[in-house]
Every structure is written in C-alpha cells, then in structure tokens.
C-alpha cells in the first residue's frame, strides 16, 4: 500500500509501469515462488430469500471450487454466522483440516 503514490498513479495511467510489475508477479507465480490467495463474500446478499416456485433454499452453497487457493464466505441461513468454502491443494488441506487451532473455531463440512 505504501507503494501507491503520484508515481504509480500516473504509471498506471500510461500502463507500461504497472503491466510490468503485473508481468513479473504472473512469472513469480508460475515459478512457484508466489502463492496467492483469492478471497470472495456473499455476505448480506438475500440468497435465501430466492424462491424458484418451490419454496425458500434450506441451504445455500456454493458450486464444487475449480480454482486452488480460494475461499468464498457466506451467511448461515439464520445470518448468525458465516460459512466458508475453501478450497486447497490437497497435501495443503489435509494439513488444514487437522489443525487444532482452526478446529477450536470451526466445524468442516464439505461445500
């Protein structure tokens, strides 16, 4: 965020500077040597107030993750808590899913 300054506003504006600096992070991902992370919300969005003529969902869920490393939040039918579906690599989610100190605030189910 400190980077954001006069100089990358007007570097942005001609391009050249920032699709550089985009160039370098894709090369840094393929690599290896950067992992990222995806977060989205559809927190607060009335998905259980759809009805397509057979009544209000029991259960709203997201579709199976394609896309490794990407967590996606959502409000409990009731809108007193949040469920999240994150998806992993494998080796990485076996790790995840047996982790104490996640476990204490969590209960994994599948999505």
């Known amino acids: 965020m400190?980077?954001?300054?006069n100089h990358y506003t007007k570097g942005l504006q001609q391009g050249a500077e920032h699709l550089s600096e985009l160039n370098e992070s894709v090369d840094r991902v393929i690599s290896g040597e950067l992992i990222t992370f995806?977060?989205?919300s559809f927190c607060r969005f009335p998905l259980y107030d759809n009805d397509f003529g057979w009544g209000?969902?029991?259960w709203?869920?997201?579709s199976p993750l394609t896309f490794k490393n990407l967590v996606v939040f959502m409000d409990t039918k009731e809108a007193d808590g949040i469920e999240?579906?994150?998806s992993l690599e494998e080796e990485v989610m076996v790790k995840f899913e047996t982790d104490i100190e996640f476990?204490?605030?969590?209960?994994?189910s599948g999505c």
């Open 2 to 5: 400190d980077k954001i300054d």
């Open 38 to 40: 995806s977060f989205s």
């Open 56 to 58: 209000k969902p029991t």
């Open 60 to 62: 709203v869920s997201s």
């Open 84 to 86: 999240a579906c994150i």
């Open 103 to 108: 476990l204490a605030y969590a209960s994994p």
